[in-house]
Nanobody, 130 residues
Framework: QVRLVESGGGSVQVGGSLRLSCVAS??????????MVWFRQAPGKEREAVAG?????????YYADSVKGRFTISREYAMNTMYLEMNSLKPEDTAMYYC????????????????????WGQGTQVTVSS
């Protein structure tokens, strides 16, 4: 079993920064938690992937156009922890942010789709006010 727990959300003003964390735990975490991804879901909208990171150390990262240049995804492999550094936050970044994991090693187009993920955290709320 795998458990994903997000933290670090909060309320900030436009232009502010937040750092989200996602910790993976469980007896199968090392085998199952390979690709890790941050999704977000705003009220009334679909859940969308914003950033992802491959399983290999120093491996590629992936960003949605809406966050490219402002968000940075990283990973601490020894601690099974993933981070999302969010800078220059905008009101449209307001959403519940979720982490998800994929047991495959290499990113494909499918990883942008929420349907393939079996393991999710409970979410952490990010609110950006003007």
């Amino acid at each position: 079993q795998v458990r994903l727990v997000e933290s670090g959300g909060g309320s900030v003003q436009v232009g502010g920064s937040l750092r989200l964390s996602c910790v993976a735990s469980g007896s199968s975490a090392s085998n199952i938690v390979r690709i890790m991804v941050w999704f977000r879901q705003a009220p009334g909208k679909e859940r969308e992937a914003v950033a992802g990171i491959d399983s290999s150390r120093g491996g590629p990262t992936y960003y949605a156009d809406s966050v490219k240049g402002r968000f940075t995804i990283s990973r601490e492999y020894a601690m099974n922890t993933m981070y999302l550094e969010m800078n220059s936050l905008k009101p449209e970044d307001t959403a519940m942010y979720y982490c998800a994991s994929d047991p495959r090693d290499f990113w494909t187009r499918d990883n942008w789709t929420r349907d393939i993920y079996d393991h999710w955290g409970q979410g952490t709320q990010v609110t950006v006010s003007s």
